[in-house]
C-alpha cells in the first residue's frame, strides 16, 4: 500500500484520534449548575427518569445517564457517555460525510477543523443536549448521503432513518428544524421517494404522541418561571436581533467572547472576504446538482437555524448551542471550498480558522472564564474552613442549587426561600429563622439578580445579628458570603 493510499484510507483515525485527545483535558471538571441537575434527575429511580417536568428537555439522555450512573458518578464517566462519545463520534461522521461527497482531502479539512473546534470541545464535554442530537444529525446525514450506492432495501433504509429521526427528537426540541430540512431535501432531490417520505414523517410524528402529555406540563412549567421571573428569558434565551449573528460569531469563534475589538473584527471581515472570493471563483465550476456538495452542507447549515431564527419571534429558542448539530455543515462547506484546484488563496481561509479554534481551544484550556463555573471548589473552600455542625447554607431558590446538593458530603443543613422570588415568600424572617441555631451561615449571589434583587435575604440576616465575616468570588459562581456571629468571628486568608 502507498503512502498516500494509507492516509486516504486511514486519514479518518489520525483525525478522530485527534479529537478524542483534545477532549480529555478538563473532562474531569467540576458540574455547574445545569450539569448537576442532569446528574441528580438521571441518578433518580428508572421510573421517575420520565418526570423532568422542570428541565426542558426530551428524556434520552436522562435514560442514558440513568444507565451509566450504575457504573460510577464521576464527572468524567458521565460526561464520557453523555458528550464525549457523541462528539468524537460525530468527527468520525463528519470525516466520511465530506469523503462521500468533497473527497479525501476536503474530508481531512472539514473533520480537523470540527476536531479542534473550541466550540464542539466544550458541549463535547457539557452534560447536557448538544452533543447528543448532534450525533443523530451527523448519523442521519450521513445515512442519506450514502444512500446513493447502498444497496440496503428502500423500505428499510427509510425505516433506520427513521429510527435516527426519532432518536434526535427524543434528544432535542430543536432537532425538528433539522428533520424538517432533510425531509425537504429528500422530497426535492428524490422526486420517486415522495410517497415514502409522507409515511415515514408520520410514523416518526406518532412515535413523538407518547411525549407530548409531558411535553405540554414542560411548556407550562416554562410559563409559570417566566411569569415568576421576569427576568429569566433574559438569562435562557438570546434577543432576537442579536441570536442569528451570534451564531455565525460562535460557529467562527467557539468559546472566546464575542465582542466589538479589532482580532474579531478582522477575523470575520478575513472569513467573509475569502468566503466571498472563493465563491466567486468557483461561481462556474462544475454542474450544480441536488448531490453537489455545497448544495447539501448550504441546506444543512442555513435552514435549521433560519427556522428556529424565525420561530423565535414567537418563542425564543435560538442560542447557538442549540444548533451545534449545524456547525458540521458549516465545516464541510469551508473544507469544500479551500481544496479546490481552481480556488486561489484558499488555504489561506481554512489556515485561518485553524488558528482560530487553536488559539479558542488553548483559550478554553487555560482561562476559567471560558470554564464551567467551579461549585466543587467552592464547597471545598467551605468544608475546610467552616465545619458542618455550626454551619447552614441559605438559598434564596425553592432549593438548594444542584451543584451544592451533588457536591456537599458533609451534609450541610439547608435552608431555601421556597420560591422563585424571594418577594413571593410570606414571612421571609419567618423562614429564615432557624439559622440562628447555627453560628455560620453561608450565601451566594448566585442568580440573586433574578431572585432577590434587593438583597432581603442579607437584610434579615444583619437583623438576626450576623456580621458578613468573609468574601469570596469564583468565576461564573460569583460571590460567596460568610455571615457569623459576633462569637464567631475567624480570620480571613
Not at 487553536?358 to 476559567?368: D, H, K, M, S
Not at 472564564?369 to 473552600?381: H, K, M
Request: charged share 15%.
Amino acid at each position: 500500500m502507498s503512502k498516500q493510499s494509507f492516509w486516504v484510507k486511514w486519514g479518518w483515525l489520525m483525525v478522530v484520534g485527534l479529537s478524542l485527545l483534545l477532549r480529555l483535558p478538563l473532562l474531569t471538571g467540576s458540574f455547574w449548575l445545569d450539569e448537576a441537575a442532569q446528574a441528580l434527575e438521571s441518578s433518580r429511580p428508572w421510573w421517575q427518569q420520565f418526570e423532568i417536568i422542570p428541565d426542558f428537555q426530551p428524556p434520552l439522555l436522562h435514560l442514558i445517564l440513568h444507565v451509566v450512573q450504575y457504573v460510577s458518578h464521576a464527572e468524567w464517566w458521565l460526561r464520557f457517555w453523555g458528550a464525549l462519545v457523541p462528539g468524537v463520534l460525530s468527527v468520525y461522521l463528519c470525516f466520511k460525510i465530506a469523503e462521500k461527497i468533497t473527497g479525501p482531502k476536503a474530508a481531512w479539512w472539514s473533520a480537523g477543523l470540527l476536531a479542534t473546534s473550541s466550540f464542539h470541545i466544550f458541549y463535547s464535554q457539557e452534560l447536557r443536549q448538544y452533543s447528543l442530537p448532534t450525533f443523530w444529525a451527523m448519523l442521519s446525514w450521513w445515512w442519506l448521503v450514502k444512500q446513493s450506492t447502498s444497496r440496503v432495501p428502500v423500505a428499510r433504509w427509510w425505516g433506520l432513518w427513521g429510527v435516527m429521526g426519532v432518536a434526535g427528537m427524543y434528544s432535542s426540541y430543536l432537532y425538528p428544524f433539522l428533520l424538517a430540512t432533510q425531509l425537504g431535501y429528500l422530497w426535492l432531490s428524490r422526486p420517486t421517494w415522495r410517497r415514502a417520505s409522507i409515511i415515514t414523517a408520520v410514523g416518526m410524528a406518532l412515535a413523538m404522541v407518547p411525549w407530548l402529555p409531558i411535553f405540554s406540563l414542560q411548556l407550562a412549567a416554562g410559563g409559570d418561571v417566566q411569569a415568576q421571573l421576569p427576568g429569566w428569558s433574559a438569562v435562557v434565551s438570546v434577543p432576537q436581533l442579536k441570536s442569528l449573528p451570534l451564531v455565525v460569531a460562535k460557529f467562527v469563534f467557539g468559546v472566546l467572547d464575542v465582542e466589538v475589538s479589532w482580532p474579531f473584527i478582522a477575523g470575520l471581515v478575513g472569513i467573509g472576504a475569502w468566503f466571498g472570493v472563493v465563491s466567486w471563483q468557483l461561481r462556474k465550476v462544475g454542474r450544480w446538482s441536488w448531490n453537489h456538495p455545497v448544495v447539501i452542507a448550504s441546506v444543512w447549515l442555513v435552514l435549521p437555524i433560519l427556522g428556529a431564527w424565525l420561530v423565535s419571534f414567537v418563542i425564543p429558542v435560538l442560542q447557538p448551542k442549540r444548533v451545534l448539530f449545524s456547525l458540521p455543515a458549516w465545516y464541510l462547506l469551508v473544507g469544500w471550498l479551500g481544496t479546490q484546484s481552481k480556488v486561489k488563496w484558499g488555504s489561506f481561509g481554512l489556515g485561518l480558522l485553524l488558528v482560530i479554534n487553536v488559539w479558542g481551544t488553548l483559550a478554553y484550556y487555560r482561562q476559567p472564564q471560558y470554564q464551567r463555573e467551579d461549585w466543587r471548589a467552592v464547597q471545598t473552600w467551605v468544608r475546610s474552613r467552616y465545619p458542618a455542625t455550626k454551619t447552614v447554607a441559605v438559598f434564596a431558590f425553592p432549593e438548594a442549587f444542584a451543584p451544592w446538593r451533588w457536591y456537599d458530603d458533609d451534609g450541610y443543613s439547608v435552608i431555601a426561600t421556597g420560591q422563585l422570588h424571594v418577594d413571593q415568600v410570606p414571612d421571609l424572617a419567618e423562614v429564615l429563622k432557624p439559622v440562628t441555631e447555627y453560628e455560620y451561615v453561608v450565601t451566594f449571589d448566585y442568580l440573586n439578580d433574578l431572585s432577590d434583587p434587593a438583597r432581603k435575604v442579607n437584610q434579615v440576616l444583619r437583623s438576626l445579628g450576623y456580621t458578613e465575616v468573609e468574601l469570596r468570588s469564583w468565576p461564573g459562581v460569583g460571590f460567596v458570603r460568610i455571615w457569623s456571629k459576633p462569637s464567631g468571628r475567624i480570620s480571613s486568608n
